[in-house]
Nanobody, 115 residues
Framework: QVQLVESGGGLVQPGGSLRLSCAAS????????MDWYRQAPGKRRELVAG???????NYVDSVKGRFTISRDNAKSTMYLQMNSLKPEDTAVYYC?????????WGQGTQVTVSS
């Protein structure tokens, strides 16, 4: 079994920064794509950013230039550096990973951007 554990969420003022982490543990051979999703109250879950095993990244337009996704394959960990945060970034952020061709989700971490 594989577990994904997110950390780093919290309350931050507009314009502030947070760094999310997603650590994978358990029976792992290869982690392929890793993504960050988010879901705001009353809205559908959306893909925020993704990264392949070789480091190719993609972002939703609303976070381009503000968020940076990265991963450390040796530590089975993915990160999301979030800068210039806006109130509309408020959501529960979820980690997603394709591990050995099986899909896993984390439990989510709350990010609240408010003054």
């Amino acid at each position: 079994q594989v577990q994904l554990v997110e950390s780093g969420g919290g309350l931050v003022q507009p314009g502030g920064s947070l760094r999310l982490s997603c650590a994978a543990s358990g029976s792992i051979f290869t982690i392929y794509t890793m993504d960050w999703y988010r879901q705001a109250p009353g809205k559908r879950r959306e893909l925020v950013a993704g990264i392949t095993r070789d480091g190719t990244t993609n972002y939703v337009d609303s976070v381009k230039g503000r968020f940076t996704i990265s991963r450390d394959n040796a530590k089975s960990t993915m990160y999301l550096q979030m800068n210039s945060l806006k109130p509309e970034d408020t959501a529960v952020y979820y980690c997603y990973a394709n591990v050995d061709f099986r899909v896993y989700w984390g439990q989510g971490t709350q990010v609240t951007v408010s003054s």
